[in-house]
């Protein structure tokens, strides 16, 4: 500091060319290397990072948590319900407030990519300087995946949250107008858990890609035709597109390798009912790089993190990604394997 000091005293003294040539000499990209370039490429990465496509976030309900620990979460219900007649001068009802509750955990993802001094040096594409691309992406693709490992599992729609017995919210015929109209039907027979029904304005169907345009021709169509009572045929306006926004799922055929293809899903809007719930850590709420300070240093002066550490001369980054996933409640979902004959 002392020297610094002195160099700004002698540029107030009307030397202020000598000395500003003795700052640039000794103030180089070369001695904060780590500060210069570490910014630029965390910038990166959250650029791309916030600009990946991530519409899972349009039905799944945002958490925060401030440590590693499980957190539960109370939902209450009851009050709410059609109000009962009170007679003249007689006492008010109690009625007792229900809760149930929901429980989720962060955990920390990441990835390291190295790579050698001499691929550094021959990289005449920048494509090392990408690796803050990937890394957003790796970690858009870590949330999504969270995300439908909770719709799925290897053998189909996740059982614990939807099934044909108790939830009733399992079916399997194939995706159309009508087995839309059916998953309607089943939704709407659901109950809150002091028995009332309940609204939901606005539904998310997420379709793997083997249904995109079959998804896409029923709710573009500009009309729609169904069979009523007595094979009766039927048309109208395409009502149903008003009440469902599409969502096209890549990772479904990974995780459910059973029916990954046919099986389709309707959620509710998280500002109704939120089924799926996803948790970042406070303070960590986007994912973070880091890259090795090299253990090496030249006699000549200056540190510079592109020349390598000691042994090896390699070049290595981190990315940290602290988030969670977990399933709130199942009320206003529905889902089909689609292993169903269409009709």
């Not at 459910?256 to 998280?270: E, F, H, K, M, V």
Request: proline letters at 6%.
């Amino acid at each position: 500091m002392s020297v610094f000091k002195e160099l700004f005293e002698d540029m107030k003294k009307d030397e202020v060319g000598l000395r500003s040539q003795e700052i640039m000499e000794i103030m180089t990209t070369s001695d904060l290397p780590i500060l210069l370039t570490g910014a630029a490429l965390d910038r990166a990465l959250l650029k791309a990072y916030r600009e990946f496509p991530a519409d899972w976030e349009q039905y799944v309900y945002a958490e925060k948590t401030r440590d590693f620990r499980t957190v539960e979460r109370d939902m209450e219900y009851g009050g709410d319900g059609a109000l009962e007649p009170v007679a003249q001068l007689g006492p008010y009802p109690y009625e007792a407030l229900g809760e149930d509750k929901y429980t989720f955990s962060v955990a920390k993802f990441g990835r390291k990519i190295g790579f050698s001094f001499e691929a550094f040096q021959n990289d005449d594409l920048s494509a090392l300087k990408r690796i803050p691309e990937k890394l957003a992406r790796a970690a858009r693709r870590t949330e999504l995946k969270l995300i439908t490992s909770l719709l799925c599992n290897s053998g189909g729609p996740n059982p614990a949250l939807f099934d044909d017995t108790v939830k009733k919210n399992l079916g399997e015929a194939p995706l159309s107008i009508t087995s839309l109209t059916a998953a309607f039907d089943a939704i709407g027979e659901q109950k809150d858990p002091s028995g009332e029904p309940f609204f939901v304005s606005r539904f998310h169907l997420i379709v793997p890609p083997a249904l995109e345009i079959t998804a896409k021709n029923i709710l573009e169509a500009i009309e729609l035709t169904y069979l009523g009572e007595s094979d009766v045929e039927y048309k109208t306006n395409n009502w149903i597109k008003q009440r469902i926004t599409l969502h096209v799922n890549p990772y479904l055929p990974v995780i459910n390798t059973t029916s990954g293809s046919t099986a389709w899903y309707l959620l509710p809007d998280p500002a109704d009912i939120y089924c799926l719930v996803f948790a970042r850590l406070r303070g960590h709420e986007e994912p973070e790089i880091f890259m090795k300070n090299p253990n090496a240093v030249k006699l000549g002066g200056g540190q510079d993190p592109f020349n390598g550490d000691f042994d090896h001369d390699s070049i290595e980054y981190k990315v940290r990604h602290i988030c969670g996933a977990a399933i709130a409640d199942w009320r206003g979902s529905y889902a089909s394997d689609g292993s169903g004959s269409a009709t």
